[in-house]
């Protein structure tokens, strides 16, 4: 299994890495409350915002560009809910 740390090179499929690496985090949060949910992804985007050293013009971009990337993925996140419930 590949970390940060044993390899600190930038994936060169950064889409699937990100992926699988989501599907690895998924059993830590499945069947908290979406409110705890919430709280631990907060954290972890503040984690990621704070370790981009720029102005803080750059850094609110840097949240507007994650935000707009969630609400792509948020078809694609509720089809994969409604099919896990129909089977």
């Known amino acids: 299994m590949s970390t940060a740390a044993s390899n600190p ?9 990100a992926c699988d690496l ?3 985090i998924r059993p ?3 069947g ?8 631990v ?6 984690v990621h915002i ?7 013009f750059l850094r609110a971009h840097l ?9 792509k993925l948020v078809p694609i996140a509720e089809a994969e809910i409604e ?3 129909d089977n």
């Open 63 to 71: 949240l507007r560009l994650h935000t707009d990337a969630t609400w």
């Open 9 to 17: 090179t930038f994936p060169n499929k950064p889409e699937q890495y």
């Open 32 to 39: 908290e409350h979406p409110a705890i949910v919430g709280a």
């Open 22 to 24: 989501a599907e690895r």
């Open 28 to 30: 830590l949060l499945a």
């Open 50 to 56: 704070a370790g981009h050293k720029v102005p803080s």
């Open 41 to 46: 992804l907060a954290q972890l985007v503040a």
């Open 83 to 85: 099919a896990r419930r």
